[in-house]
């Protein structure tokens, strides 16, 4: 019973992973479980929609410039590091491999062998307009 909790909202007992940390609480666990919190902010949001969405929408006006900014810092620094992750050569075999592993698949080998002509040359295509 050590790793479980009973939620205070659906009073259910379940495992201390499907609570939220808290360092407020003596536990250090939130004192209704996920699915409790996640419905409340559900409701909520229903509840409160358009001041969301209004608050939202002034934020991102306020903070347009910044937030654009980071979006495509963001976007570069995520391609690059794909990139980076992707040449590995152990990475690269893993890939090699699943990619065989399903089209080896009999569902997807009926569909491949149209396919497998035209991916590589699409790629190369994406790849040279930049
Ligand atoms: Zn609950």
Request: overall charge positive; glycine content about 2%.
């Amino acid at each position: 019973m050590d790793n479980c909790k009973n939620c205070k909202k659906c009073g259910k007992i379940k495992n201390v992973t499907k609570f939220n940390k808290n360092k407020n609480y003596k536990d250090g666990l939130q004192i209704y479980c996920r699915a409790c919190v996640k419905e409340y902010k559900r409701q909520d949001y229903i509840k409160n929609k358009e001041k969301i969405s209004i608050k939202h929408a002034e934020y991102y006006l306020k903070h347009k410039e910044e937030i654009r900014f980071q979006q495509n810092k963001n976007k570069e620094a995520r391609k690059i590091k794909a990139f980076e992750y992707r040449s590995k050569p152990e990475i690269k075999e893993k890939i090699a491999l699943r990619l065989k592993k399903y089209r080896s698949r009999p569902e997807v080998r009926s569909q491949t062998n149209i396919n497998i002509k035209i991916t590589p040359a699409l790629g190369k295509r994406k790849f040279e307009q930049k």
